[in-house]
């Protein structure tokens, strides 16, 4: 059995894009202007003999968030072109981002997300190849915890939205959102990296974002996953209180319909949830 000859170049194409942009472009970090490269993560087996095709993303871009509605710039085919992928593109290598559900009988078809931005087409090819399988091993790998570590029992955080799925609010007022998590205390917290320093840089905040799940095994990141323009949340990232409460205020710069994820971390496994808001534009004035 041989790869499909469109996966096979949708994995060169995807490594290729990766190696030029840590090698080629290493020295020259570029802010804005450039594509977002749609990724094939790889697949999961479902316990009813279907299959989750997972996607994540690449956006070259160190400040630039595009915003890439559903439709002839953002879609997957073959059937629907929306299959749930994000609309908003946070800046760099966004991992294990959405799962797409094929059947059974899907056979060596693919499955493409094609992404188009600053002039450039990308495409990213999902294939039920054997080589691309992938478990629990594999997002521990590629999270840094591998599984020697003694984390082979770890189990997904679980969260889930306080209140009702979708809400409304009315510029410019900002949207109190909370989620109930929970995890298995696997792995367990490490307080001693809350005293470590971390070096001055454009990415210490994200070191110190990323830091809060490890150091009390638990932390929720929000997150703005479709709708215009952009969004705001303080906080963004969040340890999570003793009644496993995490709560958020969202302000949004225009009206709109909005996904907003709240992602439960436990430095290994991620686990979403959505929360839908209609955004409407302020009163008109007097």
Known sequence: MTMPRRALAGAI????ALAAGTAAHGQTPWLRAQNVQPVFEGWERNPDGSFNMVFGYLNRNYEEQPVIPVGANN???PGEPDRGQPTHFYPRRQQFV??????PDWGDKDLVWTVTHNGRT????????PVWEINRDVYRLNRGAGSGQGYVDNQPPTVRVAGAGSRTVTLPDALELAVLAGDDGV??????????TVRPGPKTQAIIDARRAAVTGLAVTWLHYRGPGA?????????????????????????GTYVL?????????LTPASVTVTVNPA???P
């Open 187 to 196: 792995p367990p917290p490490n307080p001693a990296l809350a005293r470590r």
């Open 231 to 255: 969004v705001t949340f303080d906080p963004q990232v969040q340890e999570v209180g003793d009644d496993g409460r995490a709560a958020t205020r969202a302000r949004f710069s225009e009206p």
């Open 13 to 16: 194409a995807a490594a290729l």
């Open 261 to 269: 994820q709240a992602v439960a971390d436990d430095t290994v496994f």
């Open 98 to 103: 959405f799962k797409v559900r094929v059947p």
């Open 283 to 285: 009163p008109a004035g």
């Open 75 to 77: 879609f997957l085919e």
């Open 122 to 129: 990308d495409k990213a090819f999902g294939s039920l190849w």
